[in-house]
């Protein structure tokens, strides 16, 4: 069973930049989807920040892109999600999902099935 955990969250100014990671137990590694979401009050609905393919391609959201890199470093079995330029707008609670086999064209919340607890990211002017 994937356990996965996000590490690296913290406060930080406009402008400036952060790198999350996430690991786990049962490290899915080459066999998964790996994604970062974003959600502001439990209430709301994870938003989708950016996705994995075992091959390395990712994809970003519109609102994220040429601000933030996500990778898989296979040495270390670990999802890395580097932020930059980050803005008051960024400030969320960030998780780390994963799903067997391929990703799909921007999948939501609901498609995946292993999570961590989340880091919090907060940007302040």
């Known amino acids: 069973q994937v356990q996965l955990a996000e590490s690296g969250g913290g406060s930080v100014q406009t402008g400036g930049s952060l790198t999350l990671s996430c690991g786990g137990k049962?490290?899915?590694?080459?066999?998964?989807?790996m994604a970062w979401f974003r959600q502001v009050g439990k209430e709301r609905e994870r938003e989708w920040v950016a996705q994995v393919e075992s091959d390395g391609t990712a994809d970003y959201a519109d609102s994220v892109k040429g601000r933030f890199t996500a990778a898989i470093d296979n040495v270390k079995n670990i999802l890395v999600l580097q932020l930059n330029n980050l803005s008051r707008e960024d400030t969320a609670m960030y998780f780390c999902?994963?799903?067997?086999?391929?990703?799909?064209?921007?999948?939501?919340?609901?498609?995946?099935?292993?999570w961590g607890q989340g880091t919090q990211v907060t940007v302040f002017s």
């Open positions: 999902a994963a799903r067997g086999g391929s990703c799909p064209n921007r999948p939501s919340q609901w498609y995946f099935t292993a």
């Open positions: 049962g490290w899915p590694g080459s066999r998964a989807c």
